[in-house]
Each structure stands twice: as C-alpha cells, then as structure tokens.
T-cell receptor, first 113, second 112 residues
Framework: DARVTQTPRHKVTEMGQEVTMRCQPI?????VFWYRQTMMQGLELLAY????????DSGMPKDRFSAEMPDATLATLKIQPSEPRDSAVYFC???????????FGQGTRLTVV | QKEVEQNSGPLSVPEGAIASLNCTYS??????FFWYRQYSGKSPELIMF????GDKEDGRFTAQLNKASQYVSLLIRDSQPSDSATYLC????????????FGKGTRLHILP
C-alpha cells in the first residue's frame, strides 16, 4: 500500500526550540511538496522539490524555515527557532509527474508553546 | 486576488440532493485541476481531477471545467451524510512552474 509517511504525527515544543519534520514520499514519485494548514490561511505551499532539487521555497519564512531532500526517500522541514505562530498542521505530499495529482501524508500537528 | 478562490460555506444540502461546489482561479496558464475532500482532523484525499474543458463523471461525482471563464465545479449527486467534509479545489500549471495551489475550501454539510 503506497503512501506518504510523515513523522512525527504530533509535536509539542517550547518557543525557541528546533523542530524537524520528516517525510518519506511514495516510491517513484519525483515531486515533493510541503504545505502548512491553519484555519485562517488554509493550505499554504511552503516549498517543493522535483527530482530532489528545490524549485520554489518562496512560501517559507527564510530566516527560520529550511527544507531539504537529502535523498529520494527523505524530505525534511526544519524550523529554528520555532515560534507560537508556527503552530499548524504540516503536510507533505508527493506526485508522480508534472501536472499530476498530489498524495498527502497524514500530517504533523505542531504546537509551539 | 487569490490564486484559487472558493466560498468557505458552510453549504448545507439535504440528504439525497445535489451539492454544487464552485471554484475560480486566476492563472490562465493552469492546466490541471483537482478536487480534494478533507474530513476534520484528516489529510486531504483526491476525489476528482480534470484536464480538459467539459464534464468528467466518476460515480456520484462530476467535475466541470470552463477554462475561458477560469471556473471549476464539483457536483455531488445523491448526497450522503458521509459526504459532509471540506472540499478543496486545487490548480496546477503543469509545466516548469509545477506547483499545486489550493483554495481555502468549502465546508459541506449534508442534512439527514
């Protein structure tokens, strides 16, 4: 059963701490997206990769967020330092090709206190 | 102007009736269009995609695309209580700028 896997599912951290979220895309998918979802803003695109190369990270606060794909089976999203306004659900999604639909992981619910 | 716009709802529809969900997009270069369903506390799941003008039917769902009007819609026939969810419209240029942009979603409530 092919699926996108995200860890951790839930994370509570104190303001100022580093947070790392991980994503394993579906095998064979060459495009990986990171989204953040809040009630106010909906699903916001933070960054995305094709064939592990970053294509667009304009949706991310550059001073504190970073996204990488160290290999084809792992994408990471880091926040350092974290702030209460970063509290949201972070989704990773992968797609098999250009223009194709994205399949979502179960999300990481982040709470920064 | 937001790239993808949807009425936030809630849209209340009696069980067994047709639910009609609408979406407009701003980028004329958009080539791929998707409808996702998201239950509370869950991740979005794809229910329909459409690439060409016209209608595409899949079971109780029909997606409609009008590129000239930059308009996408989703019809749900014979609405069931299990259809109560938030429906997200998404758009992709499908070329070098291959990012998928989502609307904020429409909350649908099917009344038993």
């Amino acid at each position: 059963d092919a699926r996108v896997t995200q860890t951790p599912r839930h994370k509570v951290t104190e303001m100022g701490q580093e947070v790392t979220m991980r994503c394993q895309p579906i095998l064979g998918h060459n495009t990986v997206f990171w989204y953040r979802q809040t009630m106010m803003q909906g699903l916001e695109l933070l960054a995305y990769f094709r064939n592990r190369a970053p294509l667009d990270d304009s949706g991310m606060p550059k001073d504190r967020f970073s996204a990488e794909m160290p290999d084809a089976t792992l994408a990471t999203l880091k926040i350092q330092p974290s702030e209460p306004r970063d509290s949201a659900v972070y989704f990773c999604a992968s797609a098999p090709s250009w223009g194709a639909e994205a399949f979502f992981g179960q999300g990481t619910r982040l709470t920064v206190v | 102007q937001k790239e993808v716009e949807q009425n936030s709802g809630p849209l209340s529809v009696p069980e067994g009736a047709i639910a009609s969900l609408n979406c407009t997009y701003s980028d004329r270069g958009s080539q791929s269009f998707f409808w996702y369903r998201q239950y509370s506390g869950k991740s979005p799941e794809l229910i329909m995609f459409i690439y060409s003008n016209g209608d595409k039917e899949d079971g109780r769902f029909t997606a409609q695309l009008n590129k000239a009007s930059q308009y996408v819609s989703l019809l749900i026939r014979d609405s069931q209580p299990s259809d109560s969810a938030t429906y997200l419209c998404a758009v992709n240029r499908g070329d070098r700028d291959d990012k998928i942009i989502f609307g904020k979603g429409t909350r649908l409530h099917i009344l038993p």
